[in-house]
């Protein structure tokens, strides 16, 4: 794709457009995925155990 439209008398703005939007999307993805995961529950912070409580996993009823 990025040959083709480099090819088109536009062609170089849409290859930096369409580049650009992945690098933020593969930069900012990973972070804002973890997140959502964490917000609504299905992850839970790493390290953050506490020492009052026995660190044991779950039991899924």
């Given at each position: ?42 992850i839970?912070?790493?390290g ?6 026995e ?7």
């Amino acid at each position: 794709m990025a040959a083709t439209a480099a090819q088109l008398s536009d062609g170089h703005m849409v290859r930096n457009v369409v580049l650009f939007s992945v690098l933020v999307y593969e930069l900012a993805g990973p972070t804002l995925n973890k997140i959502a995961l964490t917000a609504a529950g299905e992850i839970r912070p790493e390290g953050r155990t506490s020492a009052r409580v026995e660190n044991k996993p779950e039991e899924v009823a």
